[in-house]
């Protein structure tokens, strides 16, 4: 069983919009900075943005600065990014992980399995 779920991909026209969930059955978001990542093909996975246990928010891509809004429900155990102006280069696949920590430090654990975002020109 994976510790925490994503949903929310698909396939968009650039200029759209999609709102990834994330979701967990046993671990309790609410004490963790919890963050998205993404992994394009033949290309490493990096970060895209976090959200600290109080609502701090760390962006790890320029790029999506404007366009991405991260956001958590802890009473639904529920994290979220909402993806507007999509390009082609957002193209990836997205997981949700939470942190070690209740910032956003660079320990990482509790990987989904990802849900895959495609963006087409």
């Known amino acids: 069983q994976v510790p925490v779920v994503e949903s929310g991909g698909g396939l968009v026209q650039a200029g759209g919009s999609l709102r990834l969930s994330c979701t967990a059955s046993t671990l309790r978001f609410a004490g963790f900075a919890m963050g998205w990542f993404r992994q394009a093909p033949g290309q490493d996975r990096e970060g895209v943005i976090c959200?600290?246990?109080?609502?701090?928010?760390?962006y790890y891509q320029d790029s999506v600065k404007g366009r991405f809004t991260i956001s958590r429900d802890d009473a639904k155990n529920t994290l979220y990014l909402q993806m507007d102006s999509l390009k082609p280069e957002d193209t990836a696949m997205y997981y949700c992980?939470?942190?070690?920590?209740?910032?956003?430090?660079?320990?990482?654990?509790?990987w989904g399995q990802g849900t895959q975002v495609s963006v087409s020109s």
């Open positions: 959200i600290s246990r109080n609502g701090m928010i760390a």
């Open positions: 992980a939470a942190n070690r920590y209740s910032w956003c430090s660079e320990s990482w654990s509790s």
